[in-house]
């Protein structure tokens, strides 16, 4: 535990209240993981932290949930023990009420590998079974899972994230409920869907993905899942080529901008799945013709895709990605920026306007990417002379 959140204990203890760290930093530090993050929960209300805080900067986050944040090294979130009061709609719960009692606020966890709590002294406060899931790399529920999926379906992607993130399986009455109840999903706001998919495709996702097909198809019909995509999809290494290869068949664009991904990865992976296979070869010319299309990100997630779908095999993404790397640190001309000269020195020198410049000044390029010629203002003025003009 670090000593910034073992201090935040101590405060609180010493004003006569009781703090934990709890959740999803207790389970990484028994499972050895570094902790994204610590979250503490206590007995005293959102007003009583404030006070015991009041030498420190503390935001209050979200304190009709309980919540506040208080700088110490870090931010560090502070939440009262709480009871959830009944949820409307499969989302959040409408109100919630404090409550003084560490294991009711447990009770409202969503797994028991999140629902433990570790005390200052390095206790393990463990009401639920969360350590006997822990060692056997389960993912059950707290309580009657189809119960707590009806609660809040997103609980039903979390399931699936865990399982890949942590390499653990789900339970069996969790995973009857996850398959039963999987339509919900479809009343949780995009982006928190969106965020999920996102951590499940960065675990150990392929077994998740064929045996939650159906749960993905949920929020993404047009996902094809079999056993050889869903190993396809875990061994890309980008997110952008993950959700290419996941959308494989289909319109990735449309369906990523349904699950409001940001533009920057809708055009990565546009880009993978788009770019034409004929242009995809490992010589400098189709190399240089990528990078100046896509840029160097997305020419390797174009690489990746490539691989991955079989255009490429092996030997043959790692002599273009090897060139590519070449291109780029030789700062080998591949855009009409690069060139050495413009659209003026054409007009300057050779009298040409309108259209032909354009032309011409592709054509230059297209010559200068094959090799043909030295990328020099003398020698690209004597081409664009000698054969294009006349
Ligand atoms: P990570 O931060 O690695 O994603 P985490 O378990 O910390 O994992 P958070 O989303 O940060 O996940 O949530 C912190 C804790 O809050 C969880 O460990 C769990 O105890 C509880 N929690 C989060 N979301 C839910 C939910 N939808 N239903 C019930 N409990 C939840
Ligand atoms: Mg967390």
């Known amino acids: 535990m670090p000593a910034y959140v073992r201090e935040a204990l101590g405060r609180l203890e010493q004003s006569g209240y009781e703090a934990y760290a709890v959740g999803g930093c207790v389970r990484d530090s028994l499972l050895g993981r570094e902790p994204s993050d610590w979250d503490i929960c206590t007995s005293a209300l959102p007003e009583q932290t404030q006070a015991v805080f009041h030498a420190h900067r503390v935001v209050p986050t979200g304190v009709r949930h309980g919540t506040v944040t208080v700088i110490l090294d870090e931010p560090l979130e502070i939440t009262t023990y709480r009871i959830d009061g009944a949820y409307s709609d499969c989302r959040r719960p409408a109100q919630v009420t404090f409550t003084d009692r560490l294991v009711e606020d447990l009770r409202r966890r969503d797994f028991t590998v999140n629902a433990m709590a570790l005390s200052r002294e390095g206790r393990v406060f463990d009401a639920f079974g969360g350590l006997d899931d822990l060692n056997q790399k389960i993912i059950r529920c707290v309580g009657d899972a189809e119960t707590r999926f009806e609660e809040d379906a997103l609980r039903i992607m979390r399931a699936v994230r865990f399982a890949a993130t942590l390499g653990f399986t789900v339970e069996e009455a969790t995973e009857r409920a996850v398959h039963k109840r999987r339509d919900n999903l479809k009343k949780i706001a995009v982006e928190r869907v969106q965020a999920e998919l996102t951590r499940l495709l960065g675990g150990h996702c392929a077994p998740v993905l064929v045996r939650f097909a159906d749960v993905l198809a949920a929020v993404l019909p047009e996902a094809v899942l079999t056993e050889a995509a869903a190993e396809r999809i875990e061994r890309a290494s980008s997110l952008a080529v993950k959700l290419a290869l996941l959308t494989r068949g289909s319109d990735p664009e449309a369906v990523l901008r349904r699950l409001r991904y940001p533009n920057a990865v809708i055009a990565q992976a546009v880009c993978a799945a788009r770019y034409p296979a004929a242009g995809i070869r490992p010589d400098l ?51 009409l920026a690069q060139l050495a000269v413009d659209g003026r020195a054409l007009g300057a020198q050779l009298g040409l306007t309108g259209r032909a410049v354009g032309e011409v000044l592709d054509r230059l390029l297209q010559a200068v990417i094959d090799g043909k010629i030295p990328n020099e203002p003398g020698a690209l003025l004597q081409y664009a002379q000698s054969t294009i003009i006349y």
């Open 285 to 335: 010319p189709a190399m240089r013709r990528l990078l100046g299309a896509c840029g160097e990100a997305d020419a390797l997630a174009v690489l990746e895709y490539a691989a991955l779908t079989d255009v490429l095999s092996a030997e043959g993404y790692a002599r273009a990605a090897a060139l590519l790397e070449q291109i780029g640190a030789r700062g080998d001309c591949v855009t």
